[in-house]
């Protein structure tokens, strides 16, 4: 737990201007108020509030859920500041199940007001497409998953497995999708990690953003940096827009390599050329 609280801390200390102003005041702000006037649909202090509950505050107990309404709150009001923070809810499942969906609306909403927001890694794990057609890439032949119930999902794993120990690299990808996000199982990440792995040693390029997004996290695996960088750079070669992303930003920051912002600048153009918005936006600050 001291490791999440210290990750949510660092996070919104980059934005949290409301709660450091009420560190700062002589007097220990009043709750009550604030609640009374967020309610009331003053922005201010829905994002405020959003800080107090996030971190437990003012002898606040922490309480993420309290903390997500508030902010979808001020987020729903277009206040940039709480589109970000609730982004990375979404993006960390902090009371909440992760959704890249919702994280990615909710920064992007951010980013067209607040070009200067630190930038965000980008997750993309092939759980957003989990109902499309899924190709074996063999003699022409595909599963088509045509409901999202856990229970089709759960009869689909044990086909996934058998092809993928026989080596099949979509199926090893698919059958990573289902053990990241839990769906006709339970959510595994050292399972995901397994799969996405031995789909990534195969080239695939999803895959290989996948395992990226694992190391980035320290989703199933220790942090590491340099080993996301590694696999964001084979998918990003392969035309991975993502990927592409993920990578300009780890060298406009230097996470997991050397600053260099004449190859973030490149990579971010491959991405904005292939339609990705966020890139061209971030292309603009450097």
């Known amino acids: 737990?001291?490791?999440?609280?210290?990750?949510?801390?660092?996070s919104f200390s980059l934005l949290a201007?409301?709660?450091?102003?009420?560190?700062?005041?002589?007097?220990?702000?009043?709750?009550?108020?604030?609640?009374?006037?967020?309610?009331?649909?003053?922005?201010d202090a829905q994002c405020f509030l959003g800080i107090v509950y996030s971190v437990g505050q003012y002898d606040v107990e922490q309480n993420y859920a309290e903390a997500i309404k508030y902010f979808t709150m001020a987020a729903e009001k277009g206040e940039p500041t709480a589109q970000y923070n609730l982004s990375l809810f979404y993006i960390e499942g902090f009371g909440v199940e992760p959704d890249t969906v919702q994280a990615q609306k909710w920064y992007d909403l951010?980013?067209?007001q607040r070009a200067d927001l630190p930038p965000l890694i980008v997750e993309r794990p092939a759980t957003n497409d989990i109902d499309l057609t899924i190709n074996t890439k063999k003699k022409g032949k595909s599963d088509k998953i045509t409901s999202k119930t856990k229970n089709k999902f759960a009869k689909a794993i044990p086909t996934f497995r058998t092809r993928a120990e026989a080596g099949d690299a979509?199926?090893?990808y698919n059958l990573g999708v289902l053990y990241y996000d839990g769906i006709g199982t339970e959510r595994n990440y050292k399972e995901a990690l397994k799969w996405?792995?031995?789909?990534?040693?195969q080239g695939d390029a999803d895959a290989q953003n996948n395992l990226g997004i694992m190391y980035y996290h320290g989703h199933g695996v220790g942090k590491n940096y340099s080993q996301a960088f590694h696999w964001y750079s084979l998918a990003a070669e392969q035309g991975h827009v993502a990927a592409q992303y993920n990578i300009a930003i780890m060298y406009e920051q230097g996470i997991g390599t050397e600053k260099d912002r004449a190859k973030a600048k490149q990579w971010f153009r491959k991405a904005a050329d292939q339609g990705y918005a966020p890139a061209e936006q971030r292309m603009q600050n450097l």
């Open 1 to 10: 737990m001291k490791k999440v609280l210290s990750l949510l801390v660092f």
């Open 17 to 43: 201007s409301y709660a450091q102003t009420g560190e700062q005041a002589d007097t220990v702000p009043d709750i009550q108020a604030a609640i009374q006037a967020a309610n009331e649909g003053n922005v």
């Open 110 to 112: 951010a980013l067209k």
């Open 170 to 172: 979509v199926a090893q």
């Open 196 to 201: 996405f792995r031995l789909a990534a040693e």
